[in-house]
């Protein structure tokens, strides 16, 4: 009898397992699983707007809608959907992008803006008072001076990966054009707007690859400036005013501020009831409601610039926020001049990095692990990432660290000529070991302590698939708070990497853990967009 209820036992044990193993595959599923159904209404998001998806989801389900909503980068969403991703709706940032979509592969109609969102710089409002700005008129060319002059530093989403960070840098370099009606790539390739702009990108003292990410890394770092939208400001402030802080005080440079309009579109696949579920889906955005949650949120939803009436509990007036004005809106350029701005930033105006890559080559890697890890390297150090933009300047500089049971060698890379020979290297090594994760960390570190801040930018980017079992963190935290400078470790996990290890990691150096568990060449793309 005793025998039985063992077995019995055992096989409730096993049954539970595989229940947890099913589990934490299907909570881990990938993009790629989504598979589109005629009984469900699909949205397709710029996760800008996450901030309202209970109140969309409850309106849905209050009107028989069976909504499924996705949230991606924008940028992201026009590739996704120009590879026949299909979905009913799209929601955007910025209308900028809509024309990134092939419209010979997608039929968008009855698109409408839902609200008004400028991108603007937030300083802290000491610092506004020390330059001056709180007490005059400001224009892009006064931010810029500030920046030459060694006077103001500031964050900003990544220009190439972000719509905040692209809407940014294409508003100062249409004001420093002049604001001419139409910016043209002739006007790209004048050498002092080019010389303006390189001055201006010099202030930048840690990009991001999304929006919500910068906002929680400004938060619990120690900047004095960020360039993002003005909903965030407003976010970051009410964040700052609960731990006492000194908040930020908006700037809107009269010659100009870029503005994202929120866009969203119907996606024609035929289908009657859809379009009907759009309508009403639509209807509730721009209704009363709708209005008011967006608002709520910091969203403008008034145009012309003017209404005395925004609740001043989130327009907050000490912030520097004026909504008693007319905003000069920055006019856009055309699909072909963005892309070409783009790419003269991401190849020539941004500030230059000193990135140190920490490469687990312990012996689990071996097989797929160790093949796709060289997949990834070879998509970044090759002219693989100059599809996505994400390829290295001439004047980055580029160091990688090995690592199985020990940490010691650095295989370094100052120019893009060299790119081919640190890939042969990194090709070159076999898997071996067990797992020295805190003194690869510690070297990378080391490695960065004295570069010089004010002409790179510093970020270690960690991949493991394993615990690590050599050192201890006590150790590699001495060493950081001892170096006492700001360089984020953004680590990505995969196989069975733990996260515990990688989370604490991050929040010492207000970094970000990324999951390659299941792309490991997807998380090493993104993770180039934070640095």
């Known amino acids: 009898m005793i025998e039985k209820k063992l077995k019995l036992l055992d096989v409730l044990k096993w049954v539970f397992i595989i229940l947890v193993f099913v589990s934490i595959i299907s909570s881990h599923k990938k993009q790629d699983d989504y598979e ?29 809608i069976d909504i499924r909503i996705e949230y991606d980068d ?6 996704r959907l120009n590879n026949l991703e299909k979905y009913d709706a799209l929601w955007l940032s910025n209308s900028i992008w809509m024309y990134m979509i092939d419209t010979n592969k997608v039929k968008i109609t009855d698109t409408k803006s839902t609200s008004i969102n400028p991108i603007v710089l937030g300083i802290r409002k000491s610092k506004a008072d020390e ?12 931010l810029v001076n500030a920046v030459m002059e060694g006077k103001l530093k500031f964050t900003m989403s990544n220009p190439v990966t972000t ?28 050498a002092e707007l080019k010389e303006k702009l390189k001055s201006f990108l010099s202030g930048v003292e840690r990009s991001s690859g999304s929006e919500d990410y910068l906002e929680e890394a400004f938060v619990k770092g120690d900047y004095e400036a960020i360039f993002t939208y003005e909903s965030s400001i407003i976010n970051i402030n009410k964040e700052l005013e609960k731990d006492n802080k000194d908040p930020l005080y908006v700037i809107y440079p009269i010659d100009g501020v870029s503005v994202s309009d929120s866009p969203i579109g119907y996606i024609d696949q035929k289908n009657e009831s859809k379009k009907k579920q759009y309508d009403k889906l639509l209807s509730f955005l721009l209704g009363k409601k709708g209005q008011k949650v967006l608002a709520d949120y910091g969203r403008r939803t008034w145009y012309g610039g003017v209404n005395p009436d925004a609740d001043k509990s989130v327009f907050n007036p000490d912030w520097g926020i004026d909504t008693n004005r007319y905003i000069s809106y920055v006019k856009y350029p055309s699909t072909s001049v963005i892309r070409e701005a783009l790419l003269l930033y991401q190849t020539g105006l ?9 490469l687990d080559y312990s012996s689990s890697m071996y097989g797929e692990g160790y093949e796709q890890l060289i997949d990834a390297m070879d998509y970044l150090l090759t002219d693989r990432a100059t599809v996505d933009m994400l390829q290295f300047s001439s004047e980055d500089i580029i160091d990688v660290i090995p690592f199985g049971s020990e940490a010691n060698e650095v295989w370094h890379s100052s120019s893009i000529d060299e790119l081919p020979s640190l890939l042969d290297k990194i090709k070159g090594r076999e ?54 400078k700001d360089i984020p470790i953004y680590s990505i996990m995969f196989a069975s990497a733990s996260r515990d290890q990688l989370d604490v990691m991050a929040d010492l150096s207000n970094g970000k853990v990324f999951d390659g568990r299941y792309a490991l060449v997807d998380a090493f793309m993104e993770v180039r967009g934070y640095n």
């Open 131 to 142: 330059l001056g700005f709180t007490s005059r008129d400001i224009y892009t060319q006064d």
């Open 36 to 64: 589109y159904s005629d009984n469900v209404f699909s949205l397709l998001s710029s996760s800008e707007n996450k901030i309202i998806d209970s109140e969309i989801k409850k309106f849905a389900k209050d009107n028989g």
């Open 74 to 79: 924008t940028l992201k969403i026009t590739k």
């Open 431 to 484: 898997p071996n070991g067990i797992t020295a994760l805190y003194p690869a960390a510690t070297k990378a570190v080391e490695l960065l302590k004295d570069e010089d801040r004010n002409k790179y930018n510093t970020s270690v980017i960690l991949m493991t698939d394993g615990a690590g079992n050599v050192g201890t963190f006590r150790e590699f935290k001495n060493t950081y708070m001892e170096i006492n």
């Open 163 to 190: 719509n905040s960070g692209a809407s940014a840098y294409l508003g100062v370099l249409s004001t420093l054009a002049g604001n001419p009606e139409i910016l043209t790539k002739e006007m790209l390739e004048n």
């Open 350 to 358: 941004r500030k230059p990095i000193h990135v140190v890559f920490c």
